[in-house]
């Protein structure tokens, strides 16, 4: 098994850095709950803006509608960076607003324009960064900014290989451990379960690694509900990243697929479903699993997270809610991009052959 890769390390050291970024939850939990508590005393509800682009864009799409649920205070949205740098009119509403910035770098073009937009837009705007570099723009801007608060990750979460993988899923805890409406006590338990669960899915790395070597495909698709619906959006773009494009993939809800994009599938097609804990939800989850399956065209189609019928699956133990189920889920789908791009010959860390998309992106012109 080749373990020389960045890329693979980064993935295996993230329950150890979820522990870590608990207790700098810890650590910030008095003055952030201020600084929030002041937000809703002034203003009452308000609206909160998760941001970002790419990967940093997905953590939003991911947790916000575990939040929606969860917190009454708040309005919550999930809207890229470049939707809102190229339509500021559309999404910077003057009302009360918490922008939440998702950063690796934080030297983003578009999140730092994103930000000075937002000034301009709306009059009481507040900012928190959770970022994984001290020395970013983002978070080097929020210093003597009392209407900004910065939670900054430990800096091996600012991953060294070109995809973004512990970094998405400790800005995403960081996030819901911030905005979720929960006592601590239930809060430290969540993290407890969801740190064995990814120690559970990291020591059967070779049993991820044995797919991509059993099956001959050249398509992939992942699918979910509500959370994990916008976890499948992330699955997906890590293996057209790792394989830079040699591995076509597709997206969707799982009660979305079927509606046109399911005619993706092909005999060398694997579909994964990311199957919900949410006993109704998962009717659905498991409603696509099994007409796919019942299609006999993919070449394998595979349950992740339980049991479905006689489907193949990963099963993964993790009695949480959604949102936090899927910062384990994604375990997975890292490992089977990162194994993927190995099996078509990529380099892992440096998937780019032609260097024409990068690490930070380039080239971004700000009007």
Request: net charge negative.
């Given at each position: 098994?080749?373990?020389?890769?960045?890329?693979?390390?980064?993935?295996?050291?993230?329950?150890?850095?979820w522990e870590d970024t608990f207790n700098r939850y810890l650590d910030l939990k008095e003055e952030l709950d201020q600084f929030l508590d002041d937000i809703y005393q002034k203003h009452g509800r308000v609206r909160v803006i998760f941001t970002?682009?790419?990967?940093?864009?997905?953590?939003?799409?991911?947790?916000?509608?575990?939040?929606?649920?969860?917190?009454?205070?708040?309005?919550?949205?999930?809207?890229?960076?470049?939707?809102?740098?190229?339509?500021?009119?559309?999404?910077?509403?003057?009302?009360?607003?918490?922008?939440?910035?998702?950063?690796?770098?934080?030297?983003?073009?578009?999140?730092?324009?994103?930000?000075?937009?937002?000034?301009?837009?709306?009059?009481?705007?507040?900012?928190?960064?959770?970022?994984?570099?001290?020395?970013?723009?983002?978070?080097?801007?929020?210093?003597?900014?009392?209407?900004?608060?910065?939670?900054?990750?430990?800096?091996?979460?600012?991953?060294?290989?070109?995809?973004?993988t512990s970094s998405f899923t400790d800005m995403a805890l960081a996030a819901l451990l911030t905005f979720e409406d929960r006592l601590l006590e239930e809060k430290q338990e969540i993290c407890e379960i969801i740190v064995d669960a990814a120690?559970?899915?990291?020591?059967?790395?070779?049993?991820?690694?044995?797919?991509?070597?059993?099956?001959?495909?050249?398509?992939?698709?992942?699918?979910?509900?509500?959370?994990?619906?916008?976890?499948?959006?992330?699955?997906?773009?890590?293996?057209?990243?790792?394989?830079?494009?040699?591995?076509?993939?597709?997206?969707?809800?799982?009660?979305?697929?079927?509606?046109?994009?399911?005619?993706?599938?092909?005999?060398?097609?694997?579909?994964?479903?990311?199957?919900?804990?949410?006993?109704?939800?998962?009717?659905?989850?498991?409603?696509?699993?099994?007409?796919?399956?019942?299609?006999?065209?993919?070449?394998?189609?595979?349950?992740?997270g339980e049991k479905v019928g006689s489907i193949d699956s990963f099963e993964i133990e993790a009695n949480v809610p959604d949102g936090y189920l899927s910062i384990v889920y994604i375990i997975f789908a890292q490992f089977f991009a990162a194994?993927?791009?190995?099996?078509?010959?990529?380099?892992?860390?440096?998937?780019?052959?032609?260097?024409?998309?990068?690490?930070?992106?380039?080239?971004?012109?700000?009007?």
């Amino acid at each position: 098994m080749n373990t020389e890769f960045y890329t693979l390390d980064e993935i295996r050291n993230q329950a150890d850095l979820w522990e870590d970024t608990f207790n700098r939850y810890l650590d910030l939990k008095e003055e952030l709950d201020q600084f929030l508590d002041d937000i809703y005393q002034k203003h009452g509800r308000v609206r909160v803006i998760f941001t970002g682009a790419g990967t940093s864009q997905y953590v939003g799409d991911t947790i916000y509608p575990e939040l929606k649920n969860n917190n009454e205070k708040y309005d919550f949205y999930s809207i890229a960076t470049t939707d809102i740098v190229s339509n500021p009119n559309e999404y910077l509403i003057n009302e009360p607003t918490i922008l939440v910035s998702f950063a690796r770098s934080g030297n983003s073009p578009e999140s730092v324009a994103t930000v000075k937009k937002a000034y301009e837009n709306i009059d009481d705007l507040y900012e928190v960064v959770i970022t994984c570099a001290e020395e970013g723009k983002l978070a080097v801007n929020t210093r003597g900014n009392d209407k900004a608060f910065l939670f900054l990750l430990n800096e091996k979460t600012n991953d060294r290989g070109f995809a973004m993988t512990s970094s998405f899923t400790d800005m995403a805890l960081a996030a819901l451990l911030t905005f979720e409406d929960r006592l601590l006590e239930e809060k430290q338990e969540i993290c407890e379960i969801i740190v064995d669960a990814a120690r559970n899915v990291i020591k059967r790395e070779e049993e991820i690694e044995e797919i991509t070597k059993n099956y001959d495909y050249e398509r992939v698709v992942y699918t979910g509900s509500g959370s994990l619906s916008g976890l499948s959006r992330e699955a997906q773009l890590k293996i057209l990243e790792l394989t830079a494009g040699e591995i076509a993939t597709v997206f969707d809800s799982s009660m979305g697929f079927r509606h046109g994009p399911k005619s993706f599938i092909n005999n060398k097609t694997i579909f994964f479903n990311f199957v919900s804990k949410d006993e109704y939800t998962s009717q659905y989850d498991r409603d696509i699993l099994n007409e796919v399956k019942n299609d006999e065209i993919a070449t394998l189609t595979m349950a992740i997270g339980e049991k479905v019928g006689s489907i193949d699956s990963f099963e993964i133990e993790a009695n949480v809610p959604d949102g936090y189920l899927s910062i384990v889920y994604i375990i997975f789908a890292q490992f089977f991009a990162a194994y993927t791009a190995i099996k078509v010959g990529n380099d892992v860390d440096h998937p780019s052959k032609s260097q024409t998309v990068n690490r930070v992106v380039k080239g971004v012109t700000i009007h």
